[in-house]
């Protein structure tokens, strides 16, 4: 973040990125000079860069180094042919992609197997099963489940993979995509899944539930609503939130959620519970609570509001800002409205846009990094806007930080707030770091204080010019 010469080298890297591609777009190059410049050491993510912006015009040579052993020796250059192979030339590139397999490991190994068994080519099945019973398992259900639900495979594909993925489920530690490549063969599988889970509670089913109904299959409905139902009753707070999502759960037994989950939100430890769980089973207790309150108010209760202000009202973190944030959008107001780029915002709208910048930043990188990224534009609205939107816990907090810099609101200049960033970070860092945490508990005392702001002058935030 403060090295100035990574920011310059940086800096250089992508004015030269910049060149080069427009440089292509006006006199496309011979596309197998390009790609063989990695051979002689040419810097892999510009070349990459190159190729995403034509992909066409260089995929029948990207297509023939693939081809070729020499490209294999480098996992790094190898890797990238890969990803910038246009999908149209994945069938022709098949043989090539089998070779690749005994040169690239992890991630990038298993992106290969996942568009091999994504074709649904019967010559590849012996060489799937045994990806299907090794390390690339995961992979393979993923394009499996892909090739079974685009109808790319056929009945002797199917009838092959089904025995090997019900071994593979068999053992421990199941991938959740081989779960939703074999429901996708065989319709009777959720309930299987359904069973075991009421047998034992256990993580593993639960967790391919979730992916079979993310996948978009329907789940058996009453079966899920009884597995719901044991799980709200087991308080088990992470399930009960996730699963929810897929469940019809009737609105006299959500309204009952909705008034005994606030009990829950500061729950004693069970037993041996460590503080790390204790403080997980809250967290999913208030999701629980949020989805509860988004779900009543999708199916269009008259008391959507008074819903949100009273879960406002708990002056919590993921409920109360989410209740905002949906309180807005209750009233017409999204965020993506209000912070619409103008050429020209209004004091109100540019200070919204600044506090919700400075907020976005903080929360990726810490409060420095929110200082170091803030626009010109944005960094002179940032300090009036604290004073007039933000209330005093989180006001403090960041006043605290730039007081770490300087004495006085910090440069519009970019380049001179980076300076003093670099010259002080050293000796505030222990002290930052304590301000950082301030900040991530009561951040959303923000959301919720910006979304006030920006109800109270709504009709002036929603005027276009």
Known sequence: MTDPDFRDGAAAWFTERDRLVAQDRRQPPDPDEVVRSLLDGADVQMVRQRLLDARQHFGMAVLRALADPAFRRDPKILAMLIDQLPKDLHERARSSLVASLDHLTGFERGKVPRLLAAAGDPSLTERLLRELDGDGGEYVGEGLATAFAEGRASDDVRRAFEPALRARLARPKAPKSVSVALARLDPSWPQQQIDRAMAGMADEPLGHLVAIAEAGMPLPVDAMLGLWRRIRDAQQWFWCWRLQEFVTVPE????????????????????????????????????????????????????????????????????????????????????????????????????????????????????????????????????????????????????????????????????????????????????????????????????????????????ELLARK
Request: glycine letters at 4%; charged letters at 30%.
């Open 252 to 459: 006299p037994e959500l309204r009952a959620l909705h008034t005994d989950m606030p009990r829950h939100f500061d729950a004693k430890p069970v037993g041996n519970e460590d503080a790390e769980a204790v403080r997980s089973k809250h967290r999913y207790a208030r999701l629980t609570y949020t989805r509860t309150v988004e779900q009543l108010i999708a199916r269009g209760c008259a008391d959507a509001e008074p819903l949100l202000e009273q879960a406002i009202a708990l002056g919590r973190d993921d409920i109360s800002d989410e209740a905002a944030n949906r309180l807005l959008r209750f009233h017409g107001m999204p965020w993506e409205s209000i912070l619409a780029e103008e050429a020209a915002p209004t004091p109100r709208r540019q200070a919204l846009h600044a506090l919700s910048m400075a907020s976005s930043y903080a929360k990726n990188g810490g409060l420095m990094h929110a200082f170091d990224c803030l626009d010109a534009e944005c960094m002179d609205a940032f300090e009036p806007a604290l004073h007039t939107i933000a209330p005093p816990v989180v006001r403090d907090v960041w006043l605290a930080a730039r007081r770490l810099l300087s004495p006085t609101p910090l440069p519009s200049d970019q380049d001179e707030r980076r300076l003093l960033v670099m010259e002080h970070y050293g000796e505030v860092e222990e002290r930052l770091d304590a301000l950082d945490r301030q900040f991530f508990a009561c951040s959303w005392q923000l959301d919720v204080a910006m979304a006030r702001y920006a109800l109270a002058h709504r009709d």
